[in-house]
């Protein structure tokens, strides 16, 4: 079973930059890691995707230009790089593992591991 674990998270003000990092561990390796976050009273939102097989990213839409998701194969270990960060962006950041379809990348139900969350605070 894998295990996931982020980091990286924390306030910074408007303007400024966040690393995420999520690590997974155990004994198998779902194909898809992905990034969601959820702010309080909202359901939770894709943020993005990337396989371990293939570097080719998956981003919200909204996020294009700000955000970008990279894996380190060797360290089993996916990034979340968020600039230019927004009071909007705060949430807690969830990593997920699974295997979803491509057609359901984007929906929290289609990964079955998920990490235990880091807080993301952007202060105006």
């Known amino acids: 079973q894998v295990q996931l674990k982020e980091s990286g998270g924390g306030l910074v003000q408007a303007g400024g930059s966040l690393r995420l990092s999520c690590a997974a561990s155990g004994d198998s390796r779902s194909p898809t890691m992905a990034w969601f976050r959820q702010a309080p009273g909202e359901e939770r939102q894709f943020v993005a995707a990337v396989r371990w097989t293939n570097s080719n990213p998956y981003l919200s839409e909204s996020l294009r230009g700000r955000f970008t998701i990279s894996r380190d194969t060797a360290k089993n270990t996916i990034y979340l790089q968020m600039n230019s960060l927004k009071p909007e962006d705060t949430a807690i950041y969830y990593c997920?593992?699974?295997?979803?379809?491509?057609?359901?990348?984007?929906?929290?139900?289609?990964?079955?591991?998920w990490g235990q969350g880091t807080q993301v605070t952007v202060s105006s």
């Open positions: 997920a593992s699974g295997s979803p379809i491509l057609s359901s990348l984007r929906t929290p139900s289609a990964y079955r591991t």
